[in-house]
């Protein structure tokens, strides 16, 4: 039924453009927090680049495909049996100029995120999340990140001011806060889902597959913490799986999908979420309407958990 997604089929080998250093700053100790921030490493400010590869696939594909992952990566120890959550707030200008960007396909793109890692109901002031800029440069995920407690990061985004730093953080809150006044950003969509991850090891290391489920959105009722509906934006029938890879994605594993026919598709969570609720006419590249409405009926109770 997703006919009018863009497809593209993955090599089994990746040509040497596929390869690019993982680059990493800051390291430090962990520092306090709850356990889902310690998801992401021990810096406090770092930066990573990478490939990643989407798929939509059928959720019941996307469990058996799972147990296959599981024989060679390890489950990130966070998992447990229903995955952990992940809840962010996308900042973007009055015109939408960085949806527009993702929807036209620009080489050079970036956008501006707070983003928190485990329960959404135990956000408070001083719980710690992390403001990202991720950006895309042709075919590489650039993202880079600083952990600060939930009014600091509201304090930067919302308020527009400098915060408390560590010398080594300068530059990039002063990026942060550069986009921020220079583009008049605001919140506009957030996006939560509950996510499945696993780690590649030995040869493998650098490799992350992630399958995300119950995606939903709002557009209203910024703070991460706040008791607001939401709406499925992806349909529950579906699970999107994401490849991430520093250097190149292993044969085995282009095998695996080739094998399950899986294809490529263009679908970013925070278009979905702009979409969904009507900010922008639904793009060629996303989940479209008739795929949704199958899930309407489903959609109040699954959109509160």
Known sequence: MLQRFRRRAIPA??????AAPSVERGRGGDGDGDAGHRLRGPSTL????????????????AA???????????????????????WSVYYDTRHLRFYWEKIEGLKFRRKLRIRHYGDRFAVGADTPVFVEIKQRVNRVTQKRRVRLPYRD??????RRELVEH????????????DLVLRLDLRPTAITGYQRHAY??????????????????????????GADAGNRLIIPAGKTVVEVKADERVPYWLTDLTARRD?????????CQS?????????SIFHVPDHDLDLDLDRSTVLSEA
């Open 199 to 224: 780690i590649g090891r030995d040869a493998d290391v650098g490799l992350r597959v992630t399958f995300d489920q119950r995606v939903r959105g709002r557009d209203r009722d910024f703070h991460l």
């Open 46 to 61: 770092h930066a990573f680049n990478r490939y990643e590869i989407k798929y939509l696939v059928d959720t019941a594909a």
């Open 274 to 282: 702009v979409e969904a609720y009507g900010l922008a006419p639904r």
């Open 153 to 158: 990061a509201l304090r930067l985004c919302d």
């Open 166 to 177: 560590d010398p080594s953080q300068r530059a990039f809150l002063e990026e942060v806060l």
């Open 262 to 270: 899986m294809q490529v598709v263009r679908v970013s969570k925070y």
């Open 64 to 86: 058996e495909l799972r147990r296959e992952i599981e024989r060679r990566l390890d489950p990130d120890r966070h998992n447990g049996v229903s995955g952990y959550g992940i």
């Open 13 to 18: 080998a990746q040509g040497d453009d596929q």
